[in-house]
Structures are given as C-alpha cells and as structure tokens.
C-alpha cells in the first residue's frame, strides 16, 4: 500500500479546511490550495483508494515506490490541477458528475462525496 507522507519543515503546511472540487467526465479539478500543496511536496503520482462509498483517498507514490500492478489505481496530478480518478473506482464510491469536499487529513488528501456532509449536517 502507499506511504503516508509527513511535512517536512522545508515543505509547505497543509492547507486547513474543506475545499469543494467539481468532478467532470471523470477528472477532479482539484481546489487550488490543495494543488499547491501536492505540487510543493511533489505529489504528483496519487494512489487512489476507495476507502467506503463515499470516500477516496489519495496517498501519494513516492520516488522509491513502484507503482507496477497498480495503474488501475494509480493517476497523475496535472500542473493545471487536474486529475483523474480511475474508471474502477469512481464504480465503488458512485462518484459521477458532481461536486465533492475535498480535505488534506493525515498526510494524505481525502474525497468525500457531498452525501456524507449532508448526513453530518454539513451540506451546503
């Protein structure tokens, strides 16, 4: 499975707060402050892991990781802050055309489809 990353102090600070991002044609547009962040901590290879059916993880693949037997799984940050999400699991968590919350947690960004901030009283 992939690495968890910490910051390092020469690395920027995870940006606080969730973030919408607009899913379209299979592609996340990703909210700029969580772009910025991956693309200073070169996160630009992101494992994407279903972890329910209403969250993604994307964990980044470090430089010392093969990703071989993964490209189902695995997609690229564009420098325009788009990126793809795997056909497979878009299946799993029913991700479609829509907008989604997005959070860096951990050392990892998560995708959390808006279904779960309405049942938490989050919804817009």
């Given at each position: 499975?992939?690495?968890?990353?910490?910051?390092?102090?020469?690395?920027?600070?995870?940006?606080?707060?969730?973030?919408?991002?607009?899913?379209?044609?299979?592609?996340?547009?990703?909210?700029?402050?969580?772009?910025?962040?991956?693309?200073?901590?070169?996160?630009?290879?992101?494992?994407?892991?279903?972890?329910?059916?209403?969250?993604?993880?994307?964990?980044?693949?470090?430089?010392e990781?093969?990703?071989?037997?993964?490209?189902?799984?695995?997609?690229?940050?564009?420098a325009?802050?788009?990126?793809?999400?795997?056909?497979?699991?878009?299946?799993?968590?029913?991700?479609?055309?829509?907008s989604?919350?997005?959070?860096?947690?951990g050392?990892?960004?998560r995708?959390?489809?808006?279904?779960?901030?309405?049942?938490?009283?989050?919804?817009?």
């Amino acid at each position: 499975m992939g690495a968890v990353f910490e910051t390092s102090p020469e690395q920027v600070v995870a940006p606080e707060g969730t973030f919408m991002g607009r899913v379209q044609s299979g592609t996340l547009q990703m909210p700029a402050p969580v772009h910025r962040y991956c693309m200073a901590n070169t996160w630009t290879l992101l494992r994407t892991v279903p972890l329910n059916d209403h969250c993604i993880e994307l964990q980044p693949v470090g430089p010392e990781e093969d990703a071989d037997g993964d490209e189902d799984f695995v997609a690229s940050l564009s420098a325009d802050g788009k990126l793809w999400i795997p056909g497979a699991v878009r299946q799993v968590v029913g991700l479609k055309e829509q907008s989604v919350f997005v959070r860096v947690e951990g050392g990892v960004v998560r995708l959390y489809l808006r279904k779960v901030f309405e049942t938490l009283g989050f919804g817009p």
